[in-house]
């Protein structure tokens, strides 16, 4: 399939407004809404900025290439966008984007779809073609560019020269979507080694899985192996080889210094099992930021659990608050279904064994997920609930990885059994006695405490645990300080406790609701942008998008931040001094019917947070000269 069989006239808009990447996105997604190839653009755009919350699609160059691959497109198309003066995309080499590509896949895309959405990526690396771009006055002009390079792409193929007589490096990229960064890292690696005559092989893993793979014998060849990736990659294939593990982005803009550290063999020879996700320590972050990022792995693939089954259980109490008891007046068969397939029997009984399994995962690789589950399943039965899930899960990934390290030893004719004998038994073995006679006791009396303490807060206290949430949810707006009052408010969940998350899911609404309430009713101390802007922001607030509020904030902290910070720890504040609870660990308009303790006052919470944090913005805020 040809590029421009996905780009379309209609698709193509050659005079982008607006100096902000809000602004950008909004135009792209109405050019693909225009032309039929969306089927939510709502739900497109929330896509595209999950995707850009990841990390930025501004890639330099004067390059913007934001995507997604979502239900909400239709068909798979691309939208092209041009600013002749440029828009602050947060790109990163920190210059103005001039050139827009919007990716939209559905979630079904075919392969065939996918390798034209590759090839786009590889083309653009090329600097004539921006260029030509640029100058580009009309879509046809637009169209014939792409298709003159397209050919090229296909007749030249993906496939490296090996010539066997240079230095031979094998990379490997990959990007959380697989659509876009994947294959520039991997052509932009390619360029450079081209040009400092180096042989090189790169393996993508993209949307449509891995191309061109590694084989055994040109990983032994190689002098060493770049890891270009934003997501896990298994690296126990590189044992024995020098292993430089990176993020995608620097694939892309730092093709040259990774080359000559390759060349140069400058990184740690990989000994034992590898595993990719301990490559944060590798690349440069702090203790805390790795555990962070393991802590995250197992949120993550935990939150389907919790959201599908505390919904479940929610929609259960619809029928009554006891209808699932077969013993009460009130009992309906559906309730005690929902409650069953929701409840500790189902959904809610996955929670802590899902946490602890990709914890460990995310440390040791795949043998780590056995004695990570088996560990938050003892945490579980013992008591020790959500802490002991962390723990179990952090306890079974290290136990793992200190098992490829003594095992190394063995004679290579066992390697075979490792994976599939000696780490799931060793370690689950370790991982059981440690949590039975060592964590489950103290930690399940910490636990216990806490949720009783928790239980039996007086009002007072309630409030002050509300307001410290609100002010955590505002403080970074989807940074750690956020991520962390979530995660607090949802390991309450399997213990029973509810307030706290309705406390922070009602702190998370507020921050675009105050923005979009200040934007209306203090519209001289707005651009007109800002204004446009903040409409969007009430359908953001109303649907938990607590990111919408970023560009507000980004542009002016030191006033927008704290304003929004005090709506929210009011909004936290009232709903636990109203002693409302949630199940579902989400915010949005759509859950409100779900809570418990009165949907009316959980709305005034949220109202009344958002009008504080909009008054005292328009109120801080200085009159803009448009």
Known sequence: MKITEILTKETIHLNLSGSTKPEAIDQLVAVLD????????????????????????????????????????????????????????????????????????????????????????????KSEVREALLNANTERDVLNIIDQYDQVEEEEGDEETMSGEKKFIVAVTACPTGIAHTYMAADSLKAKAAELGVDIKV?????????????????????????????????????????????????????????????KQDAPILKGSGNASSSSEQKGQGVGATIYKHLMSGVSNMLPFVVGGGILIAISFMFGYNAFNPEDPS?????????????????????????????????????????????????????????????????????????????????????????????????????????IYIVNGPVGALNTGITNWLSGLGTGNAVLLGLVLGLMMAFDMGGPI????????????????YEPMAAVMAAGMVPPLGIAIATTFFGKKFTKQDREAGKVNYIMGLSFITEGAIPFAAADPLRVIPSLMAGSAVAGALTMMFGIGLRAPHGGLFVVPLVE??????????????????????????????
């Not at 930025?56 to 913007?64: K, Q």
């Open 34 to 125: 225009r032309a039929g190839k969306l089927e939510d653009a709502k739900e497109f755009k929330a896509g595209i900025l999950k995707r850009e919350e990841q990390s930025t699609t501004g890639i330099g160059e004067g390059i913007a290439i934001p995507h997604a691959k979502t239900k909400a497109v239709k068909t798979a198309s691309i939208a092209f966008g041009k600013s002749v003066n440029g828009i602050d995309y947060d790109s990163l080499d920190g210059q103005p984007a001039h050139l827009f590509f919007m990716i939209a896949a559905p979630e079904g895309a075919n392969n065939t779809h996918l390798e034209a959405l590759a090839r786009l990526s590889s083309i653009l690396m």
């Open 203 to 263: 393996e993508t893993r993209g949307s449509g899985g891995a191309k061109n793979v590694l084989t055994p014998a040109e990983i032994e060849r190689a002098v060493a192996v770049i890891v270009a990736a934003d997501t896990n990659v298994e690296t126990d294939r590189f044992n024995g080889k020098h292993v430089i593990e990176t993020k995608v982005a620097d694939g892309i803009r730092k093709p040259k210094e990774l080359i000559e550290r390759a060349l």
């Open 331 to 435: 009992y309906h068969p559906i309730a005690e279904a929902l409650m069953t397939i929701g409840g500790g029997s189902g959904a809610f009984g996955f929670i802590v064994p899902i946490l602890a399994a990709f914890i460990a995962m995310s440390i040791a690789d795949r043998p780590g997920f056995a004695a990570g589950a088996v560990g938050g399943l003892l945490a579980n039965s013992g008591g020790a609930g959500f802490l002991g899930g962390i723990i179990a899960g952090f306890l079974a990934g290290y136990i793992v990885v200190g098992l490829k390290k003594v095992l190394t030893s063995l004679p290579s004719s066992l390697e075979g059994i490792k994976t599939i004998l000696l780490y799931p038994l060793l370690g689950i073995a370790i991982t059981g006695f440690a949590m």
């Open 482 to 497: 956020n991520k962390a009052a979530y995660v607090f408010g949802t390991g309450l969940l399997a213990n029973g406790v």
């Open 597 to 626: 303790g009165g949907w009316f006052m959980y709305l005034i919470a949220i109202v009344a947070g958002a009008i504080v944090s909009g008054v005292i913005l328009g109120l801080v805020k200085k009159p803009v000269q448009e």
